[in-house]
């Protein structure tokens, strides 16, 4: 897999040929990307693969054809990863399919992955595409080929969320459900997902009551912990909801699946016994009777409606202490309450935030009180982004993302020393999150387009153009790593022609075993 990738006779050619029909505006963007493209030939193919990947996206716009070629070498190249070791290259596959299933769906279509896991998310992306184009009918079709059930709810939902007939829409469900009790679930997840529950969640008022019954019987089947073979995540996972008035903690999976789905079965079949309930559940129910919805209101069936990301979700399990998690959570509240009382009495937020004793909630909490008074007391706002500051270079020092919005604050207050200030911070956060996974006596094995220090350096250089190209193109220059430069620098080139910067969401951390 990690052979030495080398760039087709035909990729260059087209590359060349790109650059002499583009007009003169467009030609020295994608010569930028050509030299780019030309100096990752050397690397290994799955970094080889994400430079052409980052290349791509820059001369979407400008040249879509040529796109389509860099798309199809990096998928040609890694379309048969395994990733059993969970080092992110089937992850990459799916970024390259889901862009290139955009500009030529039939070369997906034509050549799907060969491991399962692949093979479902092209056909998720396959069904995307057929849903933005208002075949509904082909989407499904699509969508019930899959293998598995890792991608079917996202289909489906999107399926959901179009407009549809009933008979339709209750055939989506009912294939979703019989999905779902087919497939054992070794993992689970909370929060927004495309999952099951959340279906039902969004949309038991538009489909068949019995088949909402089935859907949430089966959901509640696969929380039981003494249903579940040993391995299986929901037999000792936890939850933990932080909402703007309470943190909620629930003891199991089975206890957040019965604050979801039992409000619904209670309109559906009006008073249902609530047995076997821990007493914070019932706690929690008495307070919030329509359970998530009443607590978080993006849980709207269209999915359209905007709403400030103001509950998050964690998971713990009750195989280590389950209360750091929610001690964490209510300590984010906290530190959020602090914020919000900045604009009424901004001194006395700035003190009460320095005084917390733990790094990263002080941290939260000074940023939270900059964005309170950057308009109203905007010496309030610069002590604390100053102090956030400090601490970041004393005691927390991979806080990349606290320097990066440290200085997108100090340049909308116009205070441009201080955004460098936060930049010069950040690029010393960014190297120290490179030192570790570069660590030569225990490396980060993922592959790097998946690194935290990838994801870092692209942050700070992202901030850093905002203050100045030059400034940034500097530090993608001083980057020790030749593949996370050349990746920088083409979201550098990208930014320069407006296209917006590609980050992993989700970096992966995965080293190898210790020696028997």
Known sequence: MHTRGVISACGVAWSLLAIAVQPQTVAPTVRRVAVLVDAAGALPAPDHAAVLFHAARVVRTANPRHAGELLEEAYSSVRNASDQDGLGETWLVGEIVHELAVLNPAAVA????????????????????????????????????????EFAYQGATRLLEAPGPPLFRNA?????????????????????????????????????????????????????????????????????IRAADATLSFPSFLQFRLFQLLPILRQLDGTVALTDLSPDLRQWLQRYPQGVTSLDPNWTADGSVPHPDTVSY???????????????MEGERQADLIAAGATADPATALANADALASPSLRVRALLGVAHAVAATSPL?????????????????????????????????????????????????????????????????????????????????????????????????????????????????????QGVPVWRATSPIVAHKAPAN
């Not at 700070?460 to 100045?468: F, G, M, Q, R």
């Open 110 to 149: 034509a050549s799907l992955p060969g491991t399962p896991a692949l093979h479902d998310l092209a056909l998720n992306d396959l069904v995307q595409g057929a849903i933005q184009s208002r075949q509904y009918g082909h989407a499904f079709d699509l969508l019930q080929e899959m293998s598995g059930d």
């Open 380 to 496: 309030v706002a610069t002590t604390a982004l100053e102090h956030g500051l400090d601490v970041v270079q004393h005691e927390l020092p991979d806080a990349v993302a606290y320097c990066v919005e440290a200085a997108d604050l100090s340049m909308a207050m116009k205070n441009v020393a201080l955004a460098r200030h936060a930049i010069a911070v950040g690029s010393d956060a960014a190297s120290n999150v490179y030192k570790v996974d570069a660590d030569a006596k225990d490396p980060n094995t993922a592959i790097k387009f998946y690194w935290p220090s990838t994801r870092a350096w692209l942050d700070v250089t992202e901030a850093a153009y905002k203050i100045s190209p030059a400034t940034a193109a500097e530090m993608a220059k001083a980057i020790p790593d030749d593949a996370i430069a050349l990746m920088v620098r083409l979201n550098l080139v990208g930014l320069s």
């Open 314 to 328: 964690s998971l713990g399990s009750t195989r280590g202490s389950s209360s750091p998690g929610a001690d964490q």
């Open 172 to 240: 989506i469900f009912g294939w979703a459900v019989r999905t779902y009790k087919k497939n054992p679930h070794r993992f689970v997840s909370v929060g927004h997902p495309d999952d099951l529950g959340s279906m039902v969640v969004r949309f038991w008022r538009e489909v068949g009551a019995s088949q909402v019954r089935e859907a949430i019987q089966a959901l509640l089947d696969q929380a039981e912990p003494s249903k579940l073979p040993l391995g299986f995540q929901a037999r000792t996972a936890t939850v933990t």
